[in-house]
């Protein structure tokens, strides 16, 4: 019906020579050509179709029918300039290929999904400059809601919110000090469950690999990581702390430091799992064994944390459910509902076979 002439060879324009020309797409209805085969005004159609009250129920009916036949799907951008709404959320990672982004991104799309919204991505490189002017610009962009994960901006949002005009939620927010709107893992918790652990397998000597990139959850995870030695009657030691970056690479640097010591750690508690990749592949290079000779405790639980060689003792995240909550969050901002400010999610101690008791013997006892 609105389909371009295509003349009368088997629907297909025909052209010298016998080849035939691509057929024509089929162009989709308007609001005007359903009012024409509806014989009503095209305003009557628009009421119609987000059903409103003012058109009589017998013809509204007709005319869903109609559009329905015709294909006619309205359109996300002349839908939004009625009601001001997009359908759609900006949402801000740190990298596309960060695996704590990816699962935490599954959880937002779900929910997001759910309720009828579109996700557009966009990546923040960890640099707070860049990351600002993403959501400026997805904000220009007339997103209904903004979610940022692994923020480095945080509590900078506060004095730009009402410029901005859109709501926005952080995840595992990482500049220090608190924003209106987030969700966070419990860091403390979760590291001191880690290093407990550890001194409940006989370690003494409990080294950290941190990320001097991480600000707020860096801080929090040492912190739980310095109340747990204190509880459990252990001095702690600045040479047992060291800075690596959240990868692999730096983990490595980091570990090859704390091996060389003159008493060298027995346990290695990392800032996330891709440390402690590396912290793994260090402690390998130097011809020691995990968890014989070093135990190594992760955070995050990343997909691949389980299929490890030995696998990973790790602090779970739940991603998913951390993206869930903040999707659940902004859709009742952008409602203007009342919304949780700041969820705190449970961490939760996952053991598996990088972690093992502490050798005994003369060797433990001299470097205590």
């Known amino acids: 019906m609105f389909e371009k002439d295509r003349g009368k060879a088997g629907g297909v324009m025909q052209t010298g020579g016998g080849n035939r020309a691509p057929r024509q797409p089929l162009r989709q209805p308007s609001i005007k050509d359903i009012a024409r085969l509806a014989r009503v005004s095209h305003p009557t159609v628009s009421r119609a179709l987000q059903n409103s009250p003012l058109v009589n129920a017998q ?11 015709a294909g006619y799907r309205a359109s996300a951008v002349a839908r939004g300039l009625v009601t001001r709404r997009t359908r759609t959320i900006g949402l801000v990672v740190t990298t596309v290929d960060d695996p704590f982004a990816g699962e935490v991104t599954c959880g937002i799309e779900q929910a997001a999904n759910d309720h009828g919204y579109a996700v557009f991505l966009a990546s923040s490189s960890a640099d707070p400059e860049r990351e600002r002017k993403v959501v400026q610009a997805l904000a220009e962009r007339r997103v209904d809601g903004i979610i940022v994960t692994s923020s480095r901006v945080g509590a900078l949002y506060l004095p730009l919110l009402e410029e901005l005009n859109v709501p926005i939620v952080l995840v595992n927010d990482q500049y220090p000090g608190e924003f209106v709107h987030s ?9 001191r469950a880690a290093v407990e652990h550890l001194i409940g397998l006989g370690h003494r000597r409990i080294a950290y690999v941190g990320d001097r990139l991480g600000y707020q959850s860096d801080a929090e995870r040492l912190a739980g990581y310095k109340d747990a030695l204190k509880r459990g009657g ?23 430091e704390l091996l060389a010591l003159p008493a060298p750690p ?24 995990v968890p014989e000779d070093v135990s190594v405790t992760g ?15 790790t602090v779970r995240q739940p991603m998913r459910r951390m993206g869930q909550l903040a999707m659940e969050n902004l859709l009742k901002l952008m409602s ?10 449970e961490a939760e101690l996952i053991v598996r ?15 205590g």
Do not use: W
């Open 183 to 191: 969700v966070m893992i419990e860091n403390v918790e979760g590291a």
């Open 299 to 313: 955070f995050d639980d990343l997909f691949f944390a389980a299929y490890l060689q030995p696998p990973l003792t």
């Open 234 to 256: 252990i001095e702690f030691r600045a040479a047992l702390v060291k800075e690596g970056n959240g990868r692999p690479e730096a983990a490595i640097e980091a570990v090859d």
């Open 353 to 367: 076979a990088s972690t093992g008791r502490a050798k005994t013997g003369s060797e433990e006892s001299r470097h």
């Open 59 to 69: 013809t509204a009916a007709k005319i869903r029918k109609i559009a329905d036949e």
């Open 336 to 345: 203007g509902e009342d919304s949780v400010a700041q969820s705190r999610v």
């Open 266 to 289: 027995t346990a290695i508690c990392c800032y996330n799992d891709m440390t402690a990749l590396g912290a793994l592949r260090a402690i390998r290079a130097r011809g020691l064994r």
